[in-house]
Structure formats: structure tokens, C-alpha cells
């Protein structure tokens, strides 16, 4: 028998909807439910694509024993992370500042007014290395609501306050200095032997990457210091970046990468696929320049259309890392299953490229693919071949499944990835699945326009919008994948509907000191509003939103919106001097702006002497770039340019100076 999560849109909240527990979707009914009974209220988050999530789920929810205690005990609420960030974010720092770690599944209790005061991630079945059984710990916090109320009380207050608890924010600009002195601070934490930073488990990197590509791209005299941290940065960049295509957490058949490596080596990934790794890796590949670059950027941008691609156009959050109950098996191979396939020849060499052994590199004997030394000269053919066998037998395995949701934010960062990738190689199927992916966001995501603009919503599903509001990082992602629209189509619309979305984030989401919450002021209330300007997986909601001012501001011209991206960088100053992995996408935004950024305007027809101006203006990092026959946009920028002796020709400025226009690529790189 369904419970009532049968009613939700959400795919995990729908995978919970045949449990016995009697869940409750987030909402006041919930917490009246828990006064009515004077029972706490039982919190669990985690993702449609978490593994732990689905074995908590097996040995607990799906228990009917488990359930009746909860059912008699708890009035249980499942939340599902990626629909409501802002209900996570709460609940992660307080397990955090319980437990000192946080992760998927997510539990926590709380009482009737939402304060925690018990917080963990996973629990087992059954008692496990020192840790509690799941029953264990609802028996103990059961029996503490019942006959110990004040200590709850206390600790539910103290967890409150905490929460509340305003960070001092010391405003100061980023300067140039500040952004050279945090490379260092990244080079102390550099894994020199097998790229990346830290150790186990390990996530791509990939907001400090793009800090890293711009930097290495300044000037710098040779034997200076600065020339050394140049140096520096460019090998961080380039060991990283192929030790990632090279290892498992890169999908050698299919392209997309995944979630993270459980290993230091990148040998072993958490095989779910998540929408925002791919989107940012695919722009970070394909602005690299290189023939690795160009490859990932290939095979992620097909990756991303062929398995993530819905019916109306945008994109789904994630791919499961299970199938057939288990993690990673529809990945990995044995050297008796690449035989099979490709018979004893080219099964035998393809074991030894991609790291196929007999002892295996994963669980019960198999292995990830790895290509460390990806072939070439005539063996580039021969792995042509031996790669379309592979992924024709593959797909005659289980698929994972697939999180069909719509999450705004990360199409955003999928929209910006396929452009940069179109810029790059020119395929165009990609700029039309970016420009239809964006028209889903406006027709579908964004609502209630009218005289006060127009909000935006998070997540929709088969064409419908969910009810859940648009947080900072939805604004400032898909504002940016607008702007990045604007430039590449040289559609002056695309900035209108980034307009909308950056005047909201400065009506409803801006704080006293120049920053920004990570909700709306006129937002659901809860325990406290969440704001955390540091990057996680993806980027946070205020670097993004400085990311949509600072190219927005570039293509109209209109510096407000640059003046509120610099007072919002100035509030991230403490966090990027400390701890620059987790600053990586506001100092790569600061880097742009200590360049300008150089705004180029590209006027022409098309034609090759075009193209080659404009492959000229793309290489160089940071700068926004529009592309137009004369008088063909509405761009501010591109107002009163025109060809230059009836050739096209390249305007570039900074700073409200502008240069000569060129016609020469040379002169203009």
C-alpha cells in the first residue's frame, strides 16, 4: 500500500512511496501532525541517485518493524536534497557541527518548531563498527523526548543558536596579490603524484581548475616569482585534468564523468553521474585548447545528450551509480568479459590499455576503465573500433536508472558547458540543445511574470514546474547560462530574462553587507536562513550570481551590476585567503574582473576571416564574446561596430577603454 509520498513529483521521494514508514513530505501538516501526537519529527534527506541512500532504504524504511516503530514514534518526513537545498543546507550544518562530517542519507530529529537535536548520516540494520543500529538510535532519542524533555530542549536551543549565528564577514577587495597568494595556498595542497587536492575521496576539482586556467594565462617575466606561479598553476592544471580523463571516475566508453573517486588515484569513482560535474567539466574541457580537452569535451557533450537529454529539452539531474542492486556494475569489466567481446586478440590488448586485470581493481574480480596513455598513430583506429564493440555489448546490460527531474541550476551549468563547447569545436547540435534547454527554463521554469519580474522555480518535471522556490544558486547559474546565450547567439532576449533573474537576486537575496543569502527574504521561514558563500560541488549561489553580474555588466555596459558583483566578492575575501579550494569559482570570477573583463566584439560576415577572430577572442580566458554580422544584435556591445575596410574586424575593451579595432587574428591575440 502507497503512502503519501504516491503524490509527490519528486523521483526520490517516489522510490520511498511503497515503504511502510508513513512519510510525510516538508510542510507545516508535518510538524502539526508531530504536535498533535507530542511525538519528534524524524528528518531524512538524500538523492535519487545516492547509494547509501538505497541501502539505508533496504535494511530500514522497507522494514515493516522499522516502520511501525517510526509510525508509532516519529512523524517522519522525507526530503529530497535537490529539491529543496535550502532544507538541506540547514540540516547539513547542524550534522556537521554535531558530528563534525555530514554526507547522504541524512538523518536528524527534530522538535516541533524545526530545531535539531540529534544529527547523523548513515545507520545500519544491525550494530556495525561501534555504531549504533538504526533501531537503536530511535529507541534511545524516543526515550529522551519522553522522560528527558529539558536536555532536549537545551540542545535543540543551543543548535539554534549556532545556526543563527551570523559569521563575521571581513569585506575586503579580492586584489591581484590575494588571488596569487591563494594559488600558493593551492599549490601547498596539491596531490603532486596523483593530481588534484587531498586525499581519499576525492572530487573534481573543477571551479579551482577554471581559477587555475585563467591565472596561468597572465603575463609574467621570465624568472619573476609571479612567472614561477604561473608554472605552477598550468601543472596543477594539466596533472589534474589528465590524471581525471585518464583514470575510472571518466567514463572511457560513454563519456560524463562521475560523482567523485573513492581512491587518491581517481581509479575508483562513486559511479553515479551528476548533472553539475558533467556541465562544468564539459566548459573547463573545452576551454582547455588541447587535444585532451577537445576529446573529454566531445564525448561529455554527447554523453550529455544522448543519456541525459529529456523529451522537452532539458536536462535530468543524475544517473544512478546501481544496477541490478549493485554499485558500478553496468562499468566495469573482467579480461574473460573483454574476450568475450572482442575475442582473445583484441581483448588481451584492450585489458592492457584500459587496465583490466585478473585481480581486478573493483569488487569480485572486476575492474574500471582507465586510459592512462591514450593510443595513438595506427592504434588510434584499432581503439576506435574496440570502443564502439565495447559500448554496443554494454548497452545490453541493465542501465542504471535515471533521475528524470529538472534541476534549473545545474541545466544552467549544462546550457554554459554545451556553449563553451560549440565556441569551441562547432558542432551546433550542441548550441540548439543549449538554446532549447534555456527556452525550457523561461517557458516552464520561470513564473508569476509580471510587473515585479518574474520568479523561478527549481526543478520541473516532464514539462510541469515543481513547487519548490528558486534558491541563489538557481538565479545565478541560470542567469549565467543566459548571458553565455546572449553572447553565443547574439540574442539581446537572453539578457532580458538574465535581467529578471539578477534583479530578483539583488531585490529579495541581498544582505546588509553586499553579499547574499541563499534564500529569498520573502521565503519559507525556517530554523535559519541558509548562507554559505563557499563552493561545493558546484558553485555557490553568490559566486554564481557574481558570474552572471560580471558578464552581464560586460555585454550592457550597465556597471551597477558589476559594483554589486565587486561588493560580493569583497564578502568571500577571509574565505578565499584560507581556503581557496572552496573559493575556486568567486576567485576565477575575480580574476576576469582584474582583466576587465575584455569585452570583444566580433563583427563580420560569416566566413572563415570571422571564425578566425573569434577563435582568437575565445582563447583568451575570461573575456565575454559576441559574435554578429553588422547590425544584426541588440547587444550593447556590439552597438555602432562594423566591419573595418570591408573585412570583419575585432573591438576590444576594458575598463570603458577600447582599443583599435583589428582585422589581423595575430594582433588581436
Same mark, same amino acid.
Given at each position: 500500500?502507497?503512502?503519501?509520498?504516491?503524490?509527490?513529483?519528486?523521483?526520490?521521494?517516489?522510490?520511498?512511496?511503497?515503504?511502510?514508514?508513513?512519510?510525510?513530505?516538508?510542510?507545516?501538516?508535518?510538524?502539526?501532525?508531530?504536535?498533535?501526537?507530542?511525538?519528534?519529527?524524524?528528518?531524512?534527506?538524500?538523492?535519487?541517485?545516492?547509494?547509501?541512500?538505497?541501502?539505508?532504504?533496504?535494511?530500514?524504511?522497507?522494514?515493516?518493524?522499522?516502520?511501525?516503530?517510526?509510525?508509532?514514534?516519529?512523524?517522519?518526513?522525507?526530503?529530497?536534497?535537490?529539491?529543496?537545498?535550502?532544507?538541506?543546507?540547514?540540516?547539513?550544518?547542524?550534522?556537521?557541527?554535531?558530528?563534525?562530517?555530514?554526507?547522504?542519507?541524512?538523518?536528524?530529529?527534530?522538535?516541533?518548531?524545526?530545531?535539531?537535536?540529534?544529527?547523523?548520516?548513515?545507520?545500519?540494520?544491525?550494530?556495525?563498527?561501534?555504531?549504533?543500529?538504526?533501531?537503536?538510535?530511535?529507541?534511545?532519542?524516543?526515550?529522551?523526548?519522553?522522560?528527558?524533555?529539558?536536555?532536549?530542549?537545551?540542545?535543540?536551543?543551543?543548535?539554534?543558536?549556532?545556526?543563527?549565528?551570523?559569521?563575521?564577514?571581513?569585506?575586503?577587495?579580492?586584489?591581484?596579490?590575494?588571488?596569487?597568494?591563494?594559488?600558493?595556498?593551492?599549490?601547498?595542497?596539491?596531490?603532486?603524484?596523483?593530481?588534484?587536492?587531498?586525499?581519499?575521496?576525492?572530487?573534481?576539482?573543477?571551479?579551482?581548475?577554471?581559477?587555475?586556467?585563467?591565472?596561468?594565462?597572465?603575463?609574467?617575466?621570465?624568472?619573476?616569482?609571479?612567472?614561477?606561479?604561473?608554472?605552477?598553476?598550468?601543472?596543477?592544471?594539466?596533472?589534474?585534468?589528465?590524471?581525471?580523463?585518464?583514470?575510472?571516475?571518466?567514463?572511457?566508453?560513454?563519456?560524463?564523468?562521475?560523482?567523485?573517486?573513492?581512491?587518491?588515484?581517481?581509479?575508483?569513482?562513486?559511479?553515479?553521474?551528476?548533472?553539475?560535474?558533467?556541465?562544468?567539466?564539459?566548459?573547463?574541457?573545452?576551454?582547455?585548447?588541447?587535444?585532451?580537452?577537445?576529446?573529454?569535451?566531445? $564525448?561529455?557533450? $554527447?554523453?550529455?545528450?544522448?543519456?541525459?537529454?529529456?523529451?522537452?529539452?532539458?536536462?535530468?539531474?543524475?544517473?544512478?551509480?546501481?544496477?541490478?542492486?549493485?554499485?558500478?556494475?553496468?562499468?566495469?569489466?573482467?579480461?574473460?568479459?573483454?574476450?568475450?567481446?572482442?575475442?582473445?586478440?583484441?581483448?588481451?590488448?584492450?585489458?592492457?590499455?584500459?587496465?583490466?586485470?585478473?585481480?581486478?581493481?573493483?569488487?569480485?574480480?572486476?575492474?574500471?576503465?582507465?586510459?592512462?596513455?591514450?593510443?595513438?598513430?595506427?592504434?588510434?583506429?584499432?581503439?576506435?573500433?574496440?570502443?564502439?564493440?565495447?559500448?554496443?555489448?554494454?548497452?545490453?546490460?541493465?542501465?542504471?536508472?535515471?533521475?528524470?527531474?529538472?534541476?534549473?541550476?545545474?541545466?544552467?551549468?549544462?546550457?554554459?558547458?554545451?556553449?563553451?563547447?560549440?565556441?569551441?569545436?562547432?558542432?551546433?547540435?550542441?548550441?540548439?540543445?543549449?538554446?532549447?534547454?534555456?527556452?525550457?527554463?523561461?517557458?516552464?521554469?520561470?513564473?508569476?511574470?509580471?510587473?515585479?519580474?518574474?520568479?523561478?522555480?527549481?526543478?520541473?518535471?516532464?514539462?510541469?514546474?515543481?513547487?519548490?522556490?528558486?534558491?541563489?544558486?538557481?538565479?545565478?547559474?541560470?542567469?549565467?547560462?543566459?548571458?553565455?546565450?546572449?553572447?553565443?547567439?547574439?540574442?539581446?532576449?537572453?539578457?532580458?530574462?538574465?535581467?529578471?533573474?539578477?534583479?530578483?537576486?539583488?531585490?529579495?537575496?541581498?544582505?546588509?553587507?553586499?553579499?547574499?543569502?541563499?534564500?529569498?527574504?520573502?521565503?519559507?521561514?525556517?530554523?535559519?536562513?541558509?548562507?554559505?558563500?563557499?563552493?561545493?560541488?558546484?558553485?555557490?549561489?553568490?559566486?554564481?550570481?557574481?558570474?552572471?553580474?560580471?558578464?552581464?555588466?560586460?555585454?550592457?555596459?550597465?556597471?551597477?551590476?558589476?559594483?554589486?558583483?565587486?561588493?560580493?566578492?569583497?564578502?568571500?575575501?577571509?574565505?578565499?585567503?584560507?581556503?581557496?579550494?572552496?573559493?575556486?569559482?568567486?576567485?576565477?570570477?575575480? $580574476?576576469?574582473?582584474?582583466?576587465?573583463?575584455?569585452?570583444?566584439?566580433?563583427?563580420?560576415?560569416?566566413?572563415?576571416?570571422?571564425?578566425?577572430?573569434?577563435?582568437?577572442?575565445?582563447?583568451?580566458?575570461?573575456?565575454?564574446?559576441?559574435?554578429?554580422?553588422?547590425?544584426?544584435?541588440?547587444?550593447?556591445?556590439?552597438?555602432?561596430?562594423?566591419?573595418?575596410?570591408?573585412?570583419?574586424?575585432?573591438?576590444?575593451?576594458?575598463?570603458?577603454?577600447?582599443?583599435?579595432?583589428?582585422?589581423?587574428?595575430?594582433?588581436?591575440?
Amino acid at each position: 500500500m502507497a503512502n503519501r509520498l504516491a503524490a509527490a513529483t519528486s523521483p526520490y521521494l517516489l522510490q520511498h512511496a511503497d515503504n511502510p514508514v508513513d512519510w510525510w513530505e516538508w510542510g507545516p501538516e508535518a510538524f502539526a501532525e508531530a504536535r498533535r501526537r507530542d511525538v519528534p519529527v524524524l528528518l531524512s534527506v538524500g538523492y535519487a541517485a545516492c547509494h547509501w541512500c538505497h541501502v539505508m532504504a533496504h535494511e530500514s524504511f522497507e522494514d515493516e518493524a522499522t516502520a511501525a516503530y517510526l509510525n508509532e514514534h516519529y512523524v517522519s518526513i522525507k526530503v529530497d536534497r535537490e529539491e529543496r537545498p535550502d532544507v538541506d543546507a540547514v540540516y547539513m550544518q547542524a550534522t556537521t557541527a554535531m558530528t563534525g562530517h555530514g554526507g547522504w542519507p541524512m538523518t536528524c530529529v527534530l522538535d516541533h518548531e524545526g530545531s535539531p537535536f540529534f544529527a547523523g548520516t548513515y545507520f545500519p540494520e544491525t550494530p556495525r563498527h561501534g555504531q549504533p543500529s538504526f533501531t537503536q538510535v530511535l529507541q534511545g532519542l524516543a526515550e529522551a523526548w519522553r522522560e528527558r524533555g529539558e536536555d532536549v530542549r537545551r540542545v535543540a536551543d543551543n543548535l539554534r543558536e549556532h545556526l543563527n549565528a551570523s559569521a563575521a564577514l571581513t569585506a575586503a577587495p579580492i586584489t591581484a596579490d590575494a588571488v596569487e597568494q591563494a594559488v600558493g595556498v593551492l599549490a601547498g595542497e596539491f596531490d603532486p603524484m596523483a593530481g588534484g587536492f587531498g586525499g581519499a575521496p576525492k572530487f573534481p576539482p573543477s571551479m579551482v581548475l577554471e581559477l587555475l586556467r585563467r591565472f596561468a594565462a597572465r603575463p609574467a617575466a621570465e624568472g619573476s616569482p609571479m612567472a614561477e606561479r604561473v608554472k605552477e598553476a598550468r601543472h596543477m592544471l594539466g596533472r589534474t585534468v589528465q590524471a581525471m580523463a585518464g583514470g575510472g571516475m571518466y567514463d572511457q566508453l560513454g563519456g560524463g564523468f562521475a560523482r567523485y573517486s573513492v581512491d587518491r588515484g581517481w581509479v575508483v569513482p562513486h559511479f553515479e553521474k551528476m548533472l553539475y560535474d558533467n556541465g562544468l567539466l564539459l566548459a573547463l574541457h573545452a576551454r582547455l585548447g588541447t587535444g585532451l580537452g577537445d576529446r573529454v569535451a566531445r $564525448e561529455t557533450a $554527447e554523453f550529455l545528450l544522448r543519456e541525459l537529454r529529456t523529451p522537452e529539452g532539458g536536462f535530468a539531474s543524475a544517473l544512478d551509480a546501481d544496477s541490478e542492486g549493485a554499485e558500478g556494475t553496468f562499468y566495469v569489466w573482467t579480461p574473460e568479459q573483454l574476450t568475450e567481446v572482442l575475442g582473445p586478440d583484441d581483448g588481451a590488448w584492450a585489458a592492457d590499455l584500459l587496465g583490466v586485470t585478473p585481480a581486478g581493481t573493483f569488487e569480485h574480480g572486476t575492474s574500471t576503465l582507465q586510459l592512462r596513455h591514450p593510443p595513438g598513430g595506427e592504434d588510434l583506429q584499432r581503439w576506435a573500433d574496440v570502443r564502439r564493440r565495447l559500448v554496443a555489448a554494454r548497452e545490453e546490460r541493465v542501465r542504471p536508472a535515471r533521475d528524470d527531474k529538472v534541476v534549473a541550476a545545474w541545466n544552467g551549468l549544462a546550457i554554459s558547458g554545451l556553449v563553451a563547447a560549440w565556441q569551441r569545436l562547432g558542432e551546433q547540435d550542441w548550441l540548439d540543445a543549449a538554446v532549447a534547454a534555456g527556452r525550457l527554463l523561461v517557458d516552464v521554469h520561470l513564473v508569476d511574470a509580471g510587473e515585479g519580474g518574474a520568479r523561478l522555480r527549481r526543478v520541473s518535471r516532464d514539462g510541469a514546474v515543481g513547487t519548490p522556490a528558486g534558491v541563489l544558486e538557481d538565479l545565478g547559474c541560470v542567469a549565467t547560462a543566459f548571458v553565455d546565450l546572449a553572447a553565443a547567439t547574439a540574442d539581446g532576449t537572453w539578457l532580458d530574462h538574465a535581467r529578471l533573474l539578477l534583479d530578483d537576486a539583488l531585490d529579495r537575496f541581498r544582505a546588509e553587507d553586499g553579499g547574499f543569502h541563499d534564500t529569498a527574504v520573502d521565503a519559507e521561514a525556517l530554523v535559519a536562513r541558509p548562507r554559505d558563500p563557499s563552493d561545493n560541488a558546484s558553485p555557490s549561489g553568490l559566486s554564481a550570481t557574481v558570474h552572471a553580474l560580471v558578464g552581464f555588466a560586460a555585454l550592457t555596459g550597465e556597471e551597477a551590476y558589476r559594483d554589486a558583483a565587486e561588493e560580493a566578492l569583497a564578502t568571500v575575501a577571509t574565505l578565499a585567503e584560507k581556503a581557496p579550494r572552496f573559493a575556486g569559482w568567486s576567485l576565477a570570477a575575480a $580574476e576576469a574582473m582584474l582583466d576587465g573583463p575584455r569585452e570583444i566584439a566580433v563583427v563580420g560576415r560569416p566566413g572563415e576571416e570571422r571564425d578566425a577572430l573569434a577563435r582568437a577572442a575565445l582563447a583568451l580566458p575570461g573575456a565575454v564574446v559576441v559574435v554578429a554580422a553588422p547590425g544584426e544584435s541588440a547587444i550593447p556591445l556590439m552597438q555602432a561596430r562594423d566591419e573595418v575596410g570591408g573585412r570583419p574586424a575585432a573591438y576590444v575593451c576594458r575598463h570603458h577603454v577600447c582599443a583599435a579595432p583589428t582585422t589581423n587574428p595575430a594582433d588581436l591575440t
